[in-house]
């Protein structure tokens, strides 16, 4: 995988390197994703997600990290399906609630706007988890951090699973070294790959969020 990386977090970035190769990695296991599956379907999705998101980070900044955390809490839990999107309904409790979730993600009223844009345009042909892979990407170039191509060809869940997402899948604030190195290795990431996310988000944390003025 060939990867062009300008960073504002320093020349030999390691951390943003690997960043990039989870990032572009995630989801793609299962289903062949391609940086061109809406070429014919939907070439104007990329203008249409990425126009959303400059008005949402140009108003808030913060909201550029709130998506890309919506996307990290949505892979974690089986796979990058947008099953982190839906709410409870009769059939099965959704992921929005479970410890990790609960009260502190945030940004779904971007997706969501996003999505009606997109619909209009292109109706049932992109699914909420490629808007979700698209609109982290955009968030990260936008808040000033590296760009990648995103594969697309998602397909959305049906169901979401909170008891999936509140036993540990995700990390918790809670979790001790132990759960973390768990918790990413049944990710297929290496203790060295947590490191440097930890490290990528803790400054893009310090970067936008009000909590670390
Ligand atoms: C090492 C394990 C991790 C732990 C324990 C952890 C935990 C947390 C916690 C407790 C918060 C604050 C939530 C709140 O505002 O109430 C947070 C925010 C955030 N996390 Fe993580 N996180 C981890 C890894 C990551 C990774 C790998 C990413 C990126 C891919 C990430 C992206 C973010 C972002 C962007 C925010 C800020 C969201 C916002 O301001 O809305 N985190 N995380
Ligand atoms: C989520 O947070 C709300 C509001 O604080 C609370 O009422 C609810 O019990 C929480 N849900 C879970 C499952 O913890
Ligand atoms: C939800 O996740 C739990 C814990 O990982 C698992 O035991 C259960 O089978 C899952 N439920 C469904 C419907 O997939
Ligand atoms: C980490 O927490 C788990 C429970 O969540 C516990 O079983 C384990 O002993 C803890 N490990 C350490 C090193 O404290």
Same mark, same amino acid.
């Given at each position: !995988?060939?990867?062009?990386?300008?960073?504002?977090?320093?020349?030999?970035?390691? &951390?943003?390197?690997?960043?990039?190769?989870?990032?572009?990695? $995630?989801?793609?296991?299962?289903?062949? %994703?391609?940086?061109?599956?809406?070429?014919?379907?939907?070439?104007?999705?990329?203008?249409?997600?990425?126009?959303?998101?400059?008005?949402? +980070?140009?108003?808030?900044?913060?909201?550029?990290?709130?998506?890309?955390?919506?996307?990290?809490?949505?892979?974690?839990?089986?796979?990058?399906?947008?099953?982190? %999107?839906?709410?409870?309904?009769?059939?099965?409790? &959704?992921?929005?609630?479970?410890?990790?979730?609960? *009260?502190?993600?945030?940004?779904?009223?971007?997706?969501?706007?996003?999505?009606?844009?997109?619909?209009?345009?292109?109706?049932? +042909?992109?699914?909420?988890?490629?808007?979700?892979?698209?609109?982290?990407?955009?968030?990260?170039?936008?808040?000033? &951090?590296?760009?990648? *191509?995103?594969? $697309? &060809?998602?397909?959305?869940?049906?169901?979401?699973?909170?008891?999936?997402?509140?036993?540990?899948?995700?990390?918790?604030?809670?979790?001790?070294?132990?759960?973390?190195?768990?918790?990413?290795?049944?990710?297929? $990431?290496?203790?060295?790959? !947590?490191?440097?996310?930890?490290?990528?988000?803790?400054?893009?944390?310090?970067?936008?969020?009000?909590?670390?003025?």
């Amino acid at each position: !995988m060939a990867l062009l990386i300008t960073s504002p977090f320093g020349s030999s970035s390691t &951390g943003i390197v690997v960043l990039l190769l989870i990032l572009t990695g $995630l989801g793609t296991s299962s289903a062949q %994703l391609s940086e061109n599956f809406y070429n014919k379907k939907c070439p104007i999705v990329f203008k249409s997600v990425k126009s959303v998101v400059k008005s949402a +980070v140009a108003k808030e900044p913060r909201i550029g990290a709130s998506i890309l955390r919506l996307f990290f809490h949505d892979c974690f839990v089986d796979g990058c399906d947008g099953s982190l %999107l839906l709410d409870d309904t009769s059939s099965f409790r &959704g992921e929005k609630t479970a410890a990790p979730n609960n *009260n502190s993600v945030r940004g779904f009223e971007v997706i969501d706007a996003i999505k009606s844009k997109v619909e209009k345009i292109c109706p049932s +042909v992109v699914s909420c988890a490629d808007i979700l892979a698209i609109a982290s990407r955009d968030s990260v170039v936008l808040l000033g &951090g590296p760009s990648w *191509n995103v594969k $697309l &060809g998602r397909r959305d869940s049906r169901t979401a699973n909170f008891t999936a997402a509140n036993t540990g899948v995700i990390p918790s604030p809670t979790s001790n070294l132990s759960n973390l190195i768990t918790t990413f290795q049944a990710q297929g $990431l290496s203790v060295k790959d !947590m490191v440097a996310l930890s490290g990528f988000f803790s400054i893009f944390q310090f970067s936008t969020s009000p909590f670390h003025n």
